[in-house]
C-alpha cells in the first residue's frame, strides 16, 4: 500500500495528473485495439481470397456517377451512374458482384439493374429485393455453371422472392423490370424481363440487345400486320403497360436472345432503366459514347438528363462495363 501511495505521488508532484494519465492509458489501448483488428482482417481476407466481391444494391445521395470496385482480374472496368431525377424516392435499385474462377482464371462479372413500379415503398422495396436476389444466389452458384443457364435461374429466383412477398393479394399490383448481364470467358450473357435495355455499343454504333416487353411492341406488330394504324398504336392509352415483369406472378415474356455475345476489346455494355433513355435521344447517347471515355460518358449523361430538366423526370439508372 506505500508503495501505491508512493507511486501516485510521484504522478502528482509531476505536470502529468491523473485524469491525464488515464486518457493516455485509454489512448494507447484503443491504437493497441485498431492494430489487432487491422491484423485480423488482413488474415482474413488472404484466408477468403476466393470468396466472391460483391456490391449490394446501392443508393448515392450526393455522387451520381460512380466507379465500380472490381478487381485487377476483372474483364471489364465498370462505371455507375444513378439519381432520383424529380421523384419523391429513389425506384431504382442496381447492384454487381465479382466471382473468381476457379483455377486462376480470371474472373466473371454480374451487374444487374432493376426499376420497380406500383407506389412510392412498394417500388423501392421490390427492386431492391430483385437485386438482392440475383446478387445473393450468384455469389453463391458454382463458378463452373453456363452463364446463360445461371442468368435464367437467377430471374426465376427473384420472381419466386417477390411472388411470396407480394402473396396472393398483392400480385400483379407492383413489380419491377430487371436487366442483367454476366461477362465471363470472353463473352457476354444477359437477362431481361419488362422495359429496362440492355446495349452493346461497337465501332461507335449502339445496338440494343434485349426486347421491351411492354404492349407497345404488341401495337407496332398491329401496325406490321395492317391492323391498325401508326397513329392508333402511338396514341394508345395503353401503350406503356408492360407484359410482363418481376411481381406478376408466372413471369410471361423472359428474353435472353438467340446466345451469348462475342466480346470485342473496347466494347461497352449498358444496363438502363427507361430515366435514361425515356430522356435522351438514342442518337445522343451514342453520340457521347463515340466523344467520351467510359467514366466520362456516364458523367455526360447525367448532364444531359439536368439539362433537360423535365418536370416530373423519372429515376434514372446506368451501369457501364467496358471490356478489356
Known amino acids: 500500500m506505500t508503495e501505491s501511495k508512493n507511486l501516485l505521488t510521484g504522478f502528482a508532484e509531476t505536470d502529468i495528473s491523473i485524469p491525464l494519465l488515464i486518457i493516455i492509458i485509454a489512448m494507447v489501448a484503443a491504437l493497441a485495439v485498431v492494430a489487432v483488428v487491422f491484423i485480423v482482417l488482413k488474415k482474413k481476407d488472404k484466408a477468403g481470397a476466393e470468396d466472391p466481391i460483391t456490391r449490394a444494391p446501392l443508393i448515392q445521395a450526393n455522387r451520381a456517377v460512380q466507379s465500380m470496385e472490381l478487381s485487377e482480374n476483372a474483364p471489364v472496368l465498370g462505371f455507375s451512374m444513378h439519381g432520383i431525377g424529380q421523384r419523391n424516392s429513389q425506384q431504382d435499385s ?11 482464371a480470371g474472373s466473371r462479372v454480374l451487374a444487374v439493374v432493376a426499376d420497380g ?53 398483392g400480385i400483379g399490383k407492383c413489380g419491377s423490370t430487371v436487366a442483367a448481364v454476366c461477362v465471363s470467358g470472353g463473352l457476354l450473357y444477359f437477362v431481361s424481363v419488362g422495359d429496362s435495355h440492355i446495349y452493346l455499343w461497337r465501332d461507335q454504333v449502339l445496338y440494343q440487345l434485349n426486347k421491351d416487353h411492354n404492349y407497345a411492341a404488341v401495337l407496332d406488330e398491329q401496325v406490321k400486320k395492317g391492323e391498325i394504324s401508326q397513329n392508333e398504336a402511338l396514341t394508345d392509352p395503353n401503350r406503356a403497360a408492360l407484359t410482363s415483369y418481376i411481381g406478376m406472378g408466372e413471369l410471361t415474356e423472359i428474353d435472353q436472345g438467340e446466345g451469348p455475345v462475342e466480346l470485342m476489346r473496347g466494347d ?19 453520340g457521347i459514347l463515340s466523344t467520351q471515355s467510359s467514366g466520362e460518358s456516364c458523367g455526360a449523361m447525367e448532364y444531359a438528363i439536368r439539362i433537360a430538366d423535365r418536370m416530373h423526370q423519372d429515376n434514372y439508372t446506368c451501369l457501364l462495363l467496358e471490356v478489356k
Not at 94 to 104: D, F, L, P, V
Not at 122 to 140: A, K, L, P, Q, T
Request: glycine letters at 12%; a negative charge; aromatic letters at 8%.
Open 94 to 104: 442496381y447492384g454487381y458482384a465479382e466471382k473468381r474462377m476457379k483455377g486462376g
Open 268 to 286: 461497352r455494355i449498358l444496363l438502363m432503366s427507361d430515366g435514361v433513355f425515356g430522356t435522351i435521344p438514342t442518337n445522343e447517347i451514342n
Open 117 to 169: 413500379m406500383g407506389g412510392l415503398s412498394d417500388g423501392e422495396r421490390i427492386s431492391s429485393e430483385v437485386v438482392e436476389s440475383f446478387i445473393n444466389d450468384y455469389n453463391v452458384s458454382d463458378p463452373t455453371c453456363d452463364p446463360w443457364e445461371l442468368l435464367y435461374q437467377l430471374v426465376q429466383n427473384a420472381a419466386g422472392v417477390v411472388n411470396n412477398d407480394l402473396g396472393p393479394e
